[in-house]
């Protein structure tokens, strides 16, 4: 199956600071880029996502980057705030033939202190 | 209100007492997947589903069963759970036509001593 690399593992900033995470993976064949908040005892939820024909997209204070060429995509959060705190996963997966097949990063647990 | 349900929510069992967790949606989705999520290693796909009597292995199917008889259910079966099955399990459902989007259920923690 298909390898996602995610680092880093985990990520203390100041609120206020930004926060980079970034996924490299292997199949060139991936076309669908998601990335999921889980916040401590709760499930995986979609904060945003990403497909192979756009190279970026934003929402608010979060924005997903792509690099096909390079195989890496980045999760930036800006203007950090304490409730960003949680774990985050990347994923992906490639939908034209594998679908329902979705390959999951092993996550970032990221720390905003006050 | 849309939803992905599981039950039950916390389990403790002994090895080899046959077990099932329930996973039900009520959003029509085609897609249906199990995980289970052990710290370090984040979320591995058990075995998902892409319609109903369609199912196939994720990353690691080994020790368990599904199946799909009905759209909105796919429950995950132990037939003989042993200590390193001991983990947090979700249950996901995607419509599968434009977004990939997975909704996860809330969680099943067992633990099999």
């Known amino acids: 199956g298909e390898n996602v690399e995610q680092h880093p593992s985990t990520l203390s900033v100041q609120e206020g600071d930004s926060a980079v995470i970034k996924c490299t993976y292997s199949?060139?064949?991936?076309?669908?880029f998601p990335w999921y908040k889980q916040e401590l005892g709760k499930r995986p939820q979609l904060i945003i996502d990403?497909?192979?024909?756009?190279g970026e997209k934003k929402d608010q204070r979060i924005a997903v980057t792509l690099n096909k060429t390079a195989k890496h995509f980045s999760l930036h959060i800006t203007e950090t705030q304490p409730e960003d705190s949680a774990v985050y996963f990347c994923?992906?997966?490639?939908?034209?033939?594998?679908?329902?097949?979705?390959?999951f990063g092993r996550g970032t647990q990221l720390t905003v202190w006050p | 209100e849309a939803q992905v349900t599981q039950n039950p929510r916390y389990l403790i069992t002994v090895t080899g007492k046959k077990l099932t967790v329930t996973c039900s949606q009520n959003m029509n989705h085609e897609y249906m997947s199990w995980y289970r999520q052990d710290p370090g290693l984040g979320l591995r796909q058990i075995y998902y589903s892409m319609n109903v009597e369609v199912t196939d292995k994720g990353d690691v199917p080994e020790g368990y069963k599904v199946s799909r008889k009905e759209k909105r259910n796919f429950p995950l079966i132990l037939e003989s759970p042993s200590p390193n099955q001991t983990s947090l399990y979700f249950c996901a459902s995607s419509s599968g036509l434009y977004t990939d989007t997975q909704y996860f259920g809330p969680g099943t923690r067992l633990t099999v001593l």
């Open positions: 199949d060139s064949a991936s076309n669908y």
């Open positions: 994923a992906l997966s490639d939908r034209g033939s594998t679908l329902g097949r979705l390959y």
């Open positions: 990403i497909r192979s024909n756009v």
